[in-house]
């Protein structure tokens, strides 16, 4: 049939058309280990004849607890392979996130690396759902899962049965806004975002990607393109400045995935020409708003190798690319450090008022997006589905306008918008202003009930290593760049800021302590 011939491919069959094509190249690098493609491809075959064994067949979850290990993808790989469906618990949640996430996700079968091994423990005697626990490694709880599949004899990789339409990544959001929400990507989606990664982000003919931060998570889109162009994956355990930057330079790293208090971290950290990062060629970055001061502090001392992502679970991908060439501060239109881009290729977005209908260049609205990797709804919430799907659009909750030539600018998130005095303020344009201030390391602005104002304008700020905040200069510099409305009644000075597992100031609980009590979030 010419509907079966058209069709797309599955992520499956993207996954072993990648490990097939270079059997002798470096896939994963995880410190002094060293696997090629050829490898990669025998323990993923291992491990998925090891899966099958517990009951792991279309449509069944598995979900990891570990660090980023080679085998922690390759536990993933094996699962889309068998069309089970894949939940990431990130290292650093709690067991009752964990927990839930299990019974949502309808989780048969937990892998765990041993260093997780009580907090597994603990989320197993809890999820009556959880047939089996494997481990990557000895370990008292449940069976070695490696050990296991050094017995089996490796198969040439299928792809399987799985479908389009079938559930690949359950992926988990919404930790900052509300107890975390599902958000199915099919196989058709999945390997939508890969292709809509290599066409929209500068990845490099020959890619080296170092992965620092959870591959469970947002890190993982990165992982595909790269085995799709014969690259290699560099694994950190963790995110340490020093030891990014070291590796940059000892592996020739040339594109990598941070957000913004990552790229912060290795600005104060690299000093004056201590590291060699030519080598470097896409730094891709987003999840949280970054300063225009940092932006340009990163192309003064990095080079023309920022490329800034706009996205959200719920899109499958990217929305808008923010290209280097837009990024300098000396180019012919240094405004556009406010922007996050211009829409990405392959995704179709409008500016829409809240009746539906496309608002002018200029004007404020919410940021909606058509694509292929949009998913279908969230996982059995249909009331939510239907808040954020409607009139053919995906509305992303994300407050913004375009310009004249095609730039998208993130004003705020629609539940964050503060009404103060009748006055509708975005946290986001204030942070933005306090954060050109060169003694500010970071800035969060919230609403906090007020009798006068209904919501008061505060900011919780921390400093720059060995400097002094005035909290009188703050006031008056978003005064006068702002006006009287968008001047935060508090200034409060903090040590650090409290951030999700990804990465993102919680401004949910920046604001619990303020509103605890109270029968609604708006005053």
């Known amino acids: 049939m010419l509907t079966d011939a058209s069709r797309g491919p599955t992520y499956c069959e993207l996954i072993v058309d990648a490990l097939s094509r ?39 979850g598995v979900a990891t607890l570990s660090g980023n290990l080679p085998e922690t993808w390759m536990v993933q790989a094996a699962t889309y392979l068998l069309g089970g469906r894949y939940s990431g618990l990130h290292p650093l949640g709690s067991i009752d996130d964990h927990v839930r996430v299990c019974a949502d996700a309808e989780i048969r079968l937990l892998v765990v690396h041993p260093d997780f091994a009580a907090v597994a423990a603990a989320v197993a005697e809890r999820s009556p759902g959880i047939e089996h626990v494997l481990t990557l490694g000895p370990s008292e709880l449940g069976e070695d899962l490696l050990a296991l599949a050094g017995k089996r004899s490796p198969a040439r990789l299928m792809p399987g049965a799985a479908t389009l339409e079938d559930v690949a990544w359950l992926q988990f959001t919404g930790g900052t806004t509300g107890e975390p929400k599902g958000v199915p990507n099919t196989q058709r989606a999945c390997a939508a975002q890969a292709q809509i990664w290599l066409t929209s982000y ?23 393109p790269t085995l799709l162009r014969g690259g290699t994956v560099v694994l950190h355990s963790g995110f340490d400045p ?6 940059v330079e000892a592996e020739r790293i040339n594109i990598a995935l941070m957000v913004p208090t990552m790229v912060s971290a290795v600005l104060d ?45 719920e899109a499958g991908g990217p929305i808008a690319v923010l290209e280097p060439s837009d990024h300098d501060p000396g180019g012919r239109r240094p405004e556009l450090l406010n922007s996050c881009g211009r829409t990405a290729i ?4 409008a500016i829409l ?18 694509a ?30 375009r310009d004249d030539e ?45 009798e006068r104002w209904g919501e008061a304008v505060r900011a919780i700020v921390t400093a720059r290593e060995g400097a002094a905040v005035d909290v009188g200069e703050l006031k008056a510099l978003v005064r006068k760049r702002k006006g009287p409305h968008y001047t935060p009644k508090v200034i409060e000075v903090v040590e650090t800021l409290p951030t999700t597992p990804v990465g993102k100031i919680d401004k949910k609980a920046l604001r619990a302590p303020y509103w605890a009590g109270l029968d609604r979030q708006v005053h």
């Open 22 to 60: 270079h059997p002798r190249r470096e896939a994963f690098v995880h410190g002094a280990r060293r696997l090629s493609y050829a490898q990669t491809a025998d323990l993923t075959s291992r491990l998925q004849q090891v899966l099958a064994e517990h009951r792991i067949e279309p449509g069944a």
């Open 202 to 224: 500068g990845v490099p003919e020959n890619p080296r990607y170092l992965a620092s931060s959870p591959i469970t998570h947002a890190a993982l889109l990165t992982i595909l």
């Open 242 to 247: 020093e030891a990014w930057l070291a590796t």
């Open 269 to 313: 950290t690299m000093g004056s020409g201590r590291h060699d990062l030519s080598s470097m060629r896409t730094l891709l970055y987003g999840a949280a708003p970054m300063s225009r001061s940092r932006i340009a502090e990163a192309w003064e001392r990095m080079g023309p190798v920022l490329w800034q992502g706009y996205a959200c679970s």
């Open 346 to 349: 392959g995704v179709r977005t």
């Open 353 to 370: 008022d809240p009746d539906g209908n496309e608002v002018p260049h200029g004007e404020i609205g919410e940021i909606c997006v058509r």
């Open 372 to 401: 292929r990797g949009v998913m279908r709804g969230y996982w059995r919430r249909p009331e939510l589905t239907a808040q954020v799907l409607k009139h053919g659009w995906l509305y992303t909750g994300d407050l913004g306008y």
């Open 406 to 450: 095609g730039y998208l600018y993130l004003v705020d998130r629609s539940k964050d918008m503060i009404i103060s005095g009748g006055f509708n303020v975005y946290p986001r344009e204030v942070e933005d202003v306090l954060m050109e201030h060169p003694a500010l390391a970071a800035a969060a602005v919230i609403g906090t009930p007020d």
